[in-house]
T-cell receptor
Framework: AQTVTQSQPEMSVQEAETVTLSCTYDTSESNYYLFWYKQPPSRQMILVIRQEAYKQQNATENRFSVNFQKAAKSFSLKISDSQLGDTAMYFCAFMKTTDSWGKLQFGAGTQVVVTP | EAGVVQSPRYKIIEKKQPVAFWCNPISGHNTLYWYRQNLGQGPELLIRYENEEAVDDSQLPKDRFSAERLKGVDSTLKIQPAELGDSAVYLC?????????????FGPGTRLTVT
């Protein structure tokens, strides 16, 4: 079974600063997908970034980037130049590519608060 | 393009009552998911449909939960009878079947409170 662990319940950051969210996971799979989803107070989950495990290069989407360390089973998210609109819960998620593919397994989430 | 639509947004019922949630996925998305999100936790998959077929319902408590996706489009999730522990947000998501590892688009969810 796969587990996803987010050890930081809450992170606070000032506008324009950088914050890094940690995520570790446990799996025996060799290929899989990792995701970061954002859930603002409106509750609508929005995909922030996706990483395929067989790709060495870290994914980047504008101000969001990941540090994927496959051997360490670590998948951290860096938010650069933080904006007030980044305030939300951030969930790390894992997806297998074999049986039960399509099933996202989420961590418990990290609440990010961006302050002026 | 319209997103995933869910209704109602909020529902308060007494325990032992039945309740139903409705989801309309994004047009053209063959795969539909129902997740349950307990307070302070990440969502957990209840059931996944590919078209009208439930291909993964291993996490669905079948004694009181049921789901259907007639004609492979809209879906309904039902609880009967509801228990206090069913209080949670129920999220629906959809994706294109042919995109392994592709993005799942989520609806705003239904917040259920069982009293």
């Amino acid at each position: 079974a796969q587990t996803v662990t987010q050890s930081q319940p809450e992170m606070s950051v000032q506008e324009a600063e950088t914050v890094t969210l940690s995520c570790t996971y446990d799996t025996s799979e060799s290929n899989y997908y990792l995701f970061w989803y954002k859930q603002p107070p409106s509750r609508q989950m929005i995909l922030v970034i996706r990483q395929e495990a067989y790709k060495q290069q870290n994914a980047t989407e504008n101000r969001f980037s990941v540090n994927f360390q496959k051997a360490a089973k670590s998948f951290s998210l860096k938010i650069s130049d933080s904006q007030l609109g980044d305030t939300a819960m951030y969930f790390c998620a894992f997806m297998k590519t074999t049986d039960s593919w399509g099933k996202l397994q989420f961590g418990a989430g990290t609440q990010v608060v961006v302050t002026p | 393009e319209a997103g995933v639509v869910q209704s109602p947004r909020y529902k308060i019922i007494e325990k032992k009552q039945p309740v139903a949630f409705w989801c309309n996925p994004i047009s053209g998305h063959n795969t539909l998911y129902w997740y349950r999100q307990n307070l302070g936790q990440g969502p957990e998959l209840l059931i996944r449909y590919e078209n009208e077929e439930a291909v993964d319902d291993s996490q669905l408590p079948k004694d009181r939960f049921s789901a259907e996706r007639l004609k492979g489009v809209d879906s309904t999730l039902k609880i009967q009878p509801a228990e206090l522990g069913d209080s949670a947000v129920y999220l629906c998501a959809s994706s294109k079947e042919d995109r392994l590892g592709g993005e799942q688009y989520f609806g705003p969810g239904t917040r259920l409170t069982v009293t």
